[in-house]
């Protein structure tokens, strides 16, 4: 539990947890160091064309394009406006490209998070099981009734058994669900 205090209005965290965020602060950190000058380019273009300031701007030139194009007695780019539709067509075959090399990185990154992730709930299911022996051993040596169910999670959990059920059970992912 984390706890207050009231003279500096700020919290203060058991020492694990301080030493857990600053090991995250401290992967996230190399993985942004370890990315490529394209990588931030393209987090950067995707993150600024998705502003309020984008979509103005957008709308500032299209509205400024067809009004320059309709008004003027000599429009440089007539409706139905080609090089308007080409122009924007480029911007959204490279916005696209952009966006879907931040999207690449940041699957890799959950993915690498997720095996984190993963070997962590792994170690603690195994420390979990060493504790629950000793309390089985305990009971057993003080004369205590050994907890009901106890017994079944004493045995080891193998992963693949685990996988494979989840498999099993859960629906294929390349087949949509119907909703009945």
């Known amino acids: 539990m984390l706890s207050t205090s009231v003279a500096t209005s700020s919290v203060r965290a058991p020492e694990p947890i301080v030493r ?3 090991a995250v602060a401290q992967l996230t950190r190399r993985s942004a160091l370890d990315r490529s ?3 931030h380019l393209c987090d950067r273009v ?3 064309a ?3 300031w984008s979509l103005v701007l957008h709308g500032v030139w299209f509205s400024s394009w067809v009004a320059a194009n309709t008004l ?5 780019d007539p409706f139905p406006f080609s090089l308007l539709t080409s122009a924007v067509s480029l911007e959204v075959i490279f916005l ?3 966006v879907l090399s931040s999207q690449n990185r940041l699957t890799q990154d959950s993915e690498q998070r997720a095996q984190i992730e993963l070997q962590v709930n792994l ?8 504790v629950l022996r000793m309390l089985r051993d305990l009971c057993q040596r003080s004369d205590v009734a050994v ?3 106890l017994t079944e999670l004493l045995c080891d959990v193998d992963i693949e058994q685990v996988a494979e059920a989840v498999a099993r059970e859960l629906p294929d992912q390349d087949e949509p669900t119907s909703s009945q």
């Open 20 to 22: 857990n965020i600053k």
């Open 37 to 39: 000058t394209f990588a």
């Open 46 to 48: 995707t993150y600024l």
């Open 50 to 52: 998705g502003t309020t």
């Open 72 to 76: 003027w007695s000599k429009p440089f």
């Open 96 to 98: 696209t490209l952009f």
């Open 123 to 130: 170690l603690a299911e195994q420390e979990m099981t060493l």
């Open 147 to 149: 907890p009901e169910g």
